[in-house]
Every structure is written in structure tokens, then in C-alpha cells.
């Protein structure tokens, strides 16, 4: 039965720690797909196939998990889909063709959708009001996790050769976090801390002064935003690999710890750019961000044939990555009223993009070329870049109305 503790640490450090496992199994695909590809005797623009089922694994995780958390205890669900990624990660190495294979991206998508909105959830439900910096917290160690993953791939593909290893070694670092929240009571839905302490009840925001066309208009022009960001993001940090092997700048052991670089300073930069989010406006934030983000992948189509180059890029997309997805939720409570619904829609776009950018890279991949890759990614962040200033120049008449608290 969910429980009303004081402490909340035993809680808290469960729901870091899911995060730790939802990193490790996204970054794994990435430096895993030619092993895959090989495993199962597909092409990879076929074998590209898999980001889209673990992306549509990853929606349904979401949308029905978020309504299961509503209804059950939320540990006893969180385990179960922890126990449910560490058997999928498991088998995946035996899975002999590529259906197998999709199928089992599915389920694990799925799996680390029901555990991203239960983290994202439950750790509202534990601290309350109070839940900012545990909030970023828990992001950040989604990035530990994805710093995390390449590192094992990497060094699993240098003391095995393939990618059977990585995926075992993944599936039991799942185990202990399960057995961790397993001993740990779940935390109070809101209704039921309503009911027992009248005072738990969170302040609805109040709607700012916007017509329902207007804020309409704003929460399409975020999503996608949010659709083309996470789409560049999903597809960098999944094809950096096979594209550094492509041309030549890295061996595959070398490239995975290339996806790490790039995971490694998107986490860093979560950390960093806290202080910068109290100070700053979000939109200006946004601005530099997405010029970062351009330059970084505009210097990597430059000087292409350059691995100094590719190393500096990959950290700087990283840098310039980081607050994106947070400082646009900022930017969307400043100018709307943030409800389910409405964050329901940002996470659909952004898996919209994380399903259908790096899909449209393994189509081109080999009858165009590696180098379709950044072209792909750097339009892609143009494409953000200009609804976000669609946005600027949509919402600017209605600001002045906005309460500034």
C-alpha cells in the first residue's frame, strides 16, 4: 500500500536510479545497430526500423502506464517493468531475425515509457511543491545512464566482438534497481493525499490572457519544436556511431565511446546550465542553445574527413542540447497553463521526432551516404529553429497580459 514516510530518500534514490536504467537502455542502440544488423543479416537501412518500434513502444509506455499509476501502487508497476526491460535486454542477443527483434524493441520501449512517466510522476507525488531540483536531478541521471551505456557497449565490442556481452551486462545492471524499489513503499497518489492531509493539494495556475485559438497555436508551435528537437537529439546520439565508422574517423570500439562524448556533455550540461535557467529568460536560452546546436553539426559538414573535428562537434551538440527540452516547458508555462493534456501532446511530438528523423537517416544512409546524416540533423534543428521564432512572433502580442510571477 503506498505509504505517507518523512523520509523520502530510500524513494528518491530509487526513481535516480530507474533513470540511470532508462539511459542505459536508450543510448544502447546506437553503437549496437551494425552488430544487430549483422546478427540478424539486414541492411541497416532496414535495421533502422528499430528506432521507430522502440519509439512506438516508448508512446504506448506513456500514455498507458501514465493512466496505470493513477490506479495502482506505483512500485509494484515499476518493478514489474524493470523485471520486463532486464528479460528483453537479455534477449535480444538471441533474437535470430529482424521481426524477433523489433518486437523485442517494442516491449522495451514500452517498458521505459511506463518508467519514464512513472519516475516523472512518482517524484512529483513524493516531494511536492518542492519537487524542483529533485526534478533536474532525475534528469540528470538519465544522462549518467546514457554516458553509461556506450562505455559497456564499448567495452564489450573490444573484449568479445560483438554486442551479445553488452546487452547481458545492460540486463543485469537493471536488476538491482528493481530489487531496490521492490523493499521501498510507494508513494501517495494525489487523491489519496488529499483525503488525509487537505494541505497537500497543489495551486492550479492560473490561465494567462490568451484566446483559445492563440493558445492553441502555442501549444503546436512547442510540440514542435519539441518534435524536431528530439528528433535531432534521438537521431545524433543514434547514428554518431555508424556514421564515424562509415567514413572512416573512428573503429567501432572507438565510436561507442564517441556516443558516450556526446551523452556525457548533453548530462554536463543539464548540470551547468541550472544557475543559467534562474538568471536568464528562457527564450534567450533557446536562442543560444539552438545556435549552438547549428554550429556544432555545421562545423562537422564543414571539415567532415576531420576526427578532431567530429570529438568537438558531438561535445558541442551536446553542450548546446541540454536545457533545450527543459527551458521549452519553461517557455510553455510562461505563456499557457500546463495541464496533462497538454504535456501529453509535447511528449507525443517529441516521439513523433524520435521515431521519424532517425528513420528517414537509415533510408538514405546507404544510397545517399554517410554524410546524409548531419545534413538530415541540421535541418532538422533549422526546422526548430524557425518555430521557435514562429512562436516568438505568434505569442508577442498576448505577453504584456501575462502575470510575470
Given at each position: 500500500?503506498?505509504?505517507?514516510?518523512?523520509?523520502?530518500?530510500?524513494?528518491?534514490?530509487?526513481?535516480?536510479?530507474?533513470?540511470?536504467?532508462?539511459?542505459?537502455?536508450?543510448?544502447?542502440?546506437?553503437?549496437?545497430?551494425?552488430?544487430?544488423?549483422?546478427?540478424?543479416?539486414?541492411?541497416?537501412?532496414?535495421?533502422?526500423?528499430?528506432?521507430?518500434?522502440?519509439?512506438?513502444?516508448?508512446?504506448?509506455?506513456?500514455?498507458?502506464?501514465?493512466?496505470?499509476?493513477?490506479?495502482?501502487?506505483?512500485?509494484?508497476?515499476?518493478?514489474?517493468?524493470?523485471?520486463?526491460?532486464?528479460?528483453?535486454?537479455?534477449?535480444?542477443?538471441?533474437?535470430?531475425?529482424?521481426?524477433?527483434?523489433?518486437?523485442?524493441?517494442?516491449?522495451?520501449?514500452?517498458?521505459?515509457?511506463?518508467?519514464?512517466?512513472?519516475?516523472?510522476?512518482?517524484?512529483?507525488?513524493?516531494?511536492?511543491?518542492?519537487?524542483?531540483?529533485?526534478?533536474?536531478?532525475?534528469?540528470?541521471?538519465?544522462?549518467?545512464?546514457?554516458?553509461?551505456?556506450?562505455?559497456?557497449?564499448g567495452l564489450a565490442l573490444t573484449?568479445?566482438?560483438?554486442?551479445?556481452?553488452?546487452?547481458?551486462?545492460?540486463?543485469?545492471?537493471?536488476?538491482?534497481?528493481?530489487?531496490?524499489?521492490?523493499?521501498?513503499p510507494s508513494p501517495l497518489s494525489?487523491?489519496?493525499?488529499?483525503?488525509?492531509?487537505?494541505?497537500?493539494?497543489?495551486?492550479?495556475?492560473?490561465?494567462?490572457?490568451?484566446?483559445?485559438?492563440?493558445?492553441?497555436?502555442?501549444?503546436?508551435?512547442?510540440?514542435?519544436?519539441?518534435?524536431?528537437?528530439?528528433?535531432?537529439?534521438?537521431?545524433?546520439?543514434?547514428?554518431?556511431?555508424?556514421?564515424?565508422?562509415?567514413?572512416?574517423?573512428?573503429?567501432?570500439?572507438?565510436?561507442?565511446?564517441?556516443?558516450?562524448?556526446?551523452?556525457?556533455?548533453?548530462?554536463?550540461?543539464?548540470?551547468?546550465?541550472?544557475?543559467?535557467?534562474?538568471?536568464?529568460?528562457?527564450?534567450?536560452?533557446?536562442?543560444?542553445?539552438?545556435?549552438?546546436?547549428?554550429?556544432?553539426?555545421?562545423?562537422?559538414?564543414?571539415?567532415?574527413?576531420?576526427?578532431?573535428?567530429?570529438?568537438?562537434?558531438?561535445?558541442?551538440?551536446?553542450?548546446?542540447?541540454?536545457?533545450?527540452?527543459?527551458?521549452?516547458?519553461?517557455?510553455?508555462?510562461?505563456?499557457?497553463?500546463?495541464?496533462?493534456?497538454?504535456?501529453?501532446?509535447?511528449?507525443?511530438?517529441?516521439?513523433?521526432?524520435?521515431?521519424?528523423?532517425?528513420?528517414?537517416?537509415?533510408?538514405?544512409?546507404?544510397?545517399?551516404?554517410?554524410?546524409?546524416?548531419?545534413?538530415?540533423?541540421?535541418?532538422?534543428?533549422?526546422?526548430?529553429?524557425?518555430?521557435?521564432?514562429?512562436?516568438?512572433?505568434?505569442?508577442?502580442?498576448?505577453?504584456?497580459?501575462?502575470?510575470?510571477?
Open positions: 500500500m503506498p505509504s505517507r514516510q518523512t523520509n523520502h530518500w530510500p524513494q528518491t534514490i530509487g526513481y535516480f536510479a530507474v533513470f540511470v536504467a532508462i539511459g542505459l537502455e536508450t543510448a544502447s542502440l546506437g553503437p549496437t545497430l551494425s552488430g544487430l544488423a549483422d546478427q540478424t543479416h539486414t541492411q541497416l537501412g532496414a535495421i533502422s526500423f528499430l528506432f521507430t518500434t522502440a519509439a512506438v513502444g516508448n508512446m504506448l509506455g506513456s500514455f498507458f502506464g501514465g493512466r496505470l499509476y493513477d490506479r495502482v501502487p506505483g512500485h509494484p508497476l515499476m518493478v514489474s517493468m524493470l523485471l520486463l526491460m532486464a528479460a528483453m535486454l537479455a534477449l535480444i542477443p538471441a533474437a535470430p531475425v529482424l521481426w524477433v527483434l523489433a518486437a523485442a524493441w517494442l516491449v522495451l520501449g514500452l517498458a521505459g515509457g511506463a518508467l519514464d512517466v512513472g519516475g516523472n510522476t512518482l517524484i512529483v507525488w513524493v516531494h511536492g511543491r518542492r519537487v524542483g531540483p529533485f526534478m533536474n536531478a532525475l534528469h540528470f541521471f538519465f544522462g549518467i545512464g546514457s554516458f553509461i551505456g556506450p562505455v559497456v557497449v573484449l568479445s566482438g560483438n554486442v551479445s556481452w553488452a546487452y547481458w551486462i545492460l540486463a543485469v545492471l537493471v536488476l538491482p534497481v528493481a530489487l531496490w524499489l521492490v523493499r521501498v494525489p487523491k489519496d493525499a488529499q483525503e488525509s492531509d487537505p494541505d497537500a493539494e497543489h495551486a492550479s495556475r492560473p490561465e494567462p490572457g490568451q484566446t483559445a485559438s492563440r493558445r492553441r497555436a502555442t501549444v503546436l508551435l512547442i510540440a514542435l519544436l519539441l518534435l524536431f528537437y528530439v528528433g535531432a537529439e534521438v537521431a545524433f546520439g543514434g547514428w554518431i556511431h555508424t556514421y564515424a565508422v562509415a567514413l572512416d574517423l573512428s573503429e567501432a570500439a572507438t565510436a561507442a565511446y564517441l556516443t558516450s562524448a556526446f551523452w556525457g556533455a548533453l548530462t554536463f550540461g543539464r548540470l551547468v546550465s541550472i544557475p543559467f535557467a534562474a538568471r536568464f529568460r528562457p527564450r534567450s536560452i533557446l536562442f543560444v542553445d539552438l545556435l549552438g546546436c547549428l554550429a556544432s553539426v555545421g562545423i562537422i559538414l564543414l571539415w567532415s574527413a576531420s576526427s578532431l573535428v567530429v570529438w568537438l562537434g558531438a561535445l558541442g551538440l551536446g553542450l548546446s542540447m541540454a536545457s533545450v527540452f527543459p527551458t521549452a516547458l519553461s517557455l510553455a508555462e510562461r505563456r499557457i497553463s500546463i495541464t496533462g493534456q497538454v504535456t501529453g501532446w509535447f511528449l507525443v511530438a517529441g516521439s513523433v521526432g524520435a521515431m521519424s528523423v532517425p528513420w528517414l537517416i537509415g533510408q538514405l544512409f546507404e544510397p545517399v551516404g554517410p554524410q546524409v546524416t548531419m545534413i538530415i540533423i541540421f535541418g532538422t534543428l533549422i526546422a526548430a529553429l524557425i518555430a521557435f521564432a514562429v512562436l516568438l512572433m505568434a505569442d508577442s502580442p498576448s505577453r504584456s497580459r501575462i502575470p510575470s510571477g
